[in-house]
């Protein structure tokens, strides 16, 4: 938050999402959170790392063609998109913003054009120890 107490302006923070778009951007963001744990426990090399990757890869290449970019903003222990915070319920959703608060990362964009090597870089990013 700035010092007016709104979120951290975004490239997307505007934009209106559609219920779909909403739906999409849930799933895949699950499908993350799933890839994340995989990348930890296997070798980068291993099948169920490639297939998790490529599903994420996938999921995020369906959405950003509609999109061209999504930022997903961390905000306590919540994630944010399009500037409205995303189920909190979720125990994913909080599981993947209190990751991504241990490595301070605030925001995360993914834009259209993303290769599966940056995406798995991500994840092997987030598979480190936080405080080393």
Known sequence: MDGTGSLPSSPDSLMTLSAEQVHAI???ILDLNIARKIVQIYPSAHEQVRRRVLRVHNGLASLLAGLRQVTLTVLEERIWVAGRPLDQRSQVFRELAQVLRQFEIIAVTFSEG???????????LLSLDPLK
């Open 26 to 28: 849930e799933e895949v």
């Open 114 to 124: 993303l290769r599966i090597e940056e995406l798995l870089g991500f994840f092997q």
